[in-house]
T-cell receptor
Framework: SAVISQKPSRDICQRGTSLTIQCQVD?????MFWYRQQPGQSLTLIAT?????????ESGFVIDKFPISRPNLTFSTLTVSNMSPEDSSIYLC????????????FGQGTRLTVV | RKEVEQDPGPFNVPEGATVAFNCTYS??????FFWYRQDCRKEPKLLMS???SGNEDGRFTAQLNRASQYISLLIRDSKLSDSATYLC????????????FGTGTRLTVIP
């Protein structure tokens, strides 16, 4: 299975600040995604991280709030900007190949608390 | 309508019981199907893929019914360690951002 490393694993941040989450994947992964999981909820896709170009955002998520970079195939960052307590959540990096029938792999997640 | 729907539970079953979860999907173009397991405060991990012919892995059996657009997961002889949230995941097609997650079904196995 693919290896996905995500950091930090957790953080407590002041409102109004920003946090950047990093995700490193191995070479089996060609597609990278960022998800949010709020307490007791399922995963919600934030965006697809596109290598060398702007990410593709899902409805309800915008680049100004969640800027994403993917400078190469195996690395991506998600920034949660100008945080408020409503941003407290688990953020998960995910990777997958393009092949039909293949599953997605997940990083360990970043548990963010905004105070 | 949601792409993938699951009964959120919770399902509380005694050790040794058999429990089944169902999941329905709305898009007939869905091509790949998976069950993931998510433990508390952990990331989701693949439990098993679901094939058209159905598949079994030890105490776990997954079935796909394309005509009715649902997949199922059967757990026999439940163990305490089976307590987790089980996520139904559907993938539409190759090459696109196309993974859709159910809300998850919470299972607690009771001694």
């Amino acid at each position: 299975s693919a290896v996905i490393s995500q950091k930090p694993s957790r953080d407590i941040c002041q409102r109004g600040t920003s946090l950047t989450i990093q995700c490193q994947v191995d070479s089996q992964v060609t597609m990278m995604f960022w998800y949010r999981q709020q307490p007791g909820q399922s995963l919600t896709l934030i965006a697809t991280a596109n290598q060398g170009s702007e990410a593709t955002y899902e409805s309800g998520f915008v680049i100004d709030k969640f800027p994403i970079s993917r400078p190469n195939l195996t690395f991506s960052t998600l920034t949660v900007s100008n945080m408020s307590p409503e941003d407290s959540s688990i953020y998960l990096c995910s990777g997958s190949s393009r092949l039909v029938g293949t599953e997605a792999f997940f990083g360990q997640g970043t548990r963010l608390t905004v105070v | 309508r949601k792409e993938v729907e699951q009964d959120p539970g919770p399902f509380n079953v005694p050790e040794g019981a058999t429990v089944a979860f169902n999941c329905t999907y709305s898009n007939s173009a869905s091509q790949s199907f998976f069950w993931y397991r998510q433990d508390c405060r952990k990331e989701p991990k693949l439990l098993m893929s679901v094939y058209s012919s159905g598949n079994e892995d030890g105490r776990f059996t997954a079935q796909l019914n394309r005509a009715s657009q649902y997949i199922s997961l059967l757990i026999r002889d439940s163990k305490l360690s089976d307590s987790a949230t089980y996520l139904c995941v559907v993938r539409l097609q190759t090459g696109a951002n196309n993974l859709f997650f159910g809300t998850g079904t919470r299972l607690t196995v009771i001694p």
